[in-house]
């Protein structure tokens, strides 16, 4: 079973940093691009960061760059989405999903609550 489990949410103030976990299983993870999105309530879901595992490239949303870095542990399949220097309109639910490239994901996980506090 393909599973994709988000972690490290919570509440942080402005200014502050967290570290989202995505840990998957379930799918040979070097294959497979892994992906952070989030959506913010009204708003649509937008593409914050990727990685792709059998290279280490890593791409970056234009709003993500310079504050959020995202690695890759692959001994233990897990990405990691360091944010720092928060602000309120990072506020937002964050999911990671698998795929077999940047433009498309097979697996979403349950997501993770972010909220930034001003």
């Known amino acids: 079973e393909v599973q994709l489990v988000e972690s490290g949410g919570g509440l942080v103030q402005a200014g502050g940093s967290l570290r989202l976990s995505c840990a998957a299983s379930g799918f040979t993870f070097d294959d497979y691009t892994i992906g952070w999105f989030r959506q913010a309530p009204g708003k649509e879901r937008e593409g914050v960061s990727c990685?792709?595992?059998?290279?280490?490239?890593?791409y970056y949303a234009d709003s993500a760059k310079g504050r959020v870095t995202i690695s890759t542990d692959n001994a233990k399949n897990t990405v990691y989405l360091q944010m720092n220097s928060l602000k309120p309109e990072d506020t937002a639910v964050y999911y990671c999903?698998?795929?077999?490239?940047?433009?498309?994901?097979?697996?979403w996980g349950q997501g993770t609550q972010v909220t930034v506090s001003s």
């Open positions: 990685t792709r595992s059998s290279d280490g490239s890593t």
């Open positions: 999903a698998g795929g077999p490239s940047i433009y498309w994901y097979n697996y």
